[in-house]
């Protein structure tokens, strides 16, 4: 059996990854999958341990993660990543700059827990009892935590309806990934690296989010000065979702621009 992640492949035009969050699968992509078909060639990956996606016998860490999903995406690809696929993405293009010609980060935080130096991320408590819930009652607190990232959008309702749908429509995730996942948002602190990207960077953010603060931006944007970033107003933690048009829209314009930065 193979432990490579299983990827769905899609669409013509240029290649784009698509990475998902926590908890999930790329079946998430499903509302914007069929826009962004029309001008890219789709390579929408399960990351170990979610959706269709085996997970090996090792520890379920970051660097585990990009190398797995780095093996399975074509050399300089544009690729987008989602939360904790940000985190993925982002340590792709650092480690394996071949892979990334353009970057997408949606919802992703350097560091997603709040420290004395870094202001804008989750208090660690909070995360620490998912941690923990998720050996008592690991669907309960999946949905739970779905629950959160939806929180204030404008689609909330429809949001949540459209996670809890998507969550275990291939079976039940790995409660290995569950655990590992969660572990690497509260461990992980990439901030100190930033400024090692060499590719063109897109930050996009949700008002609304409670997960990621939209207020992180501007602290980001002090370690790449280069980089762009987009606040959706009436969006949580899955943009994609609540502002599907706008967010296929400023895909489209950011993967398209030729090396000059002007669209083609």
Sequence with gaps: MSLKPYVFTSGKGPNLVLIHGWGL??????????????????????LPGFGRSPVHNGEYTLDYLVEAVAEVMPDDANVIGWSLGGLVATGIALD??????RLITVASNPCFVATDDWQYGMQAKILES???????DYETTLIRFLGIQTMGS???????????EAVFLHGQPS???????????????????????TQPVL?????????????????????????????????????????????????????TKDSAGDVQ
Excluded: C
């Design 203 to 255: 930050r996009m953010y949700g008002r609304l989010d409670s997960l990621v603060p939209a207020k992180v931006a501007d602290d980001v944007a002090g370690y790449l000065p280069e980089s762009q970033s987009i606040v959706y107003r009436k969006a949580a933690h899955a943009p994609f979702l609540s502002a599907s048009d706008d967010f296929v829209d400023d895909v489209k314009k950011f993967f």
């Design 175 to 197: 409660k290995k990934a569950l655990r590992g996942g969660l572990q690497i948002l509260h461990d992980m602190n990439l901030i100190g690296r930033l400024a090692q990207l």
């Design 154 to 164: 404008a689609t909330q309702k429809e949001d949540i309806k459209k996670l809890k």
């Design 96 to 101: 394996i700059p071949k892979k990334v010609n």
């Design 130 to 136: 998912f941690i923990d819930y998720l050996e008592e």
């Design 25 to 46: 699968h790329g079946g998430i992509w499903e509302t914007v999958l069929p826009m962004l078909e029309e001008s890219f060639t789709i390579h929408n990956i399960d």
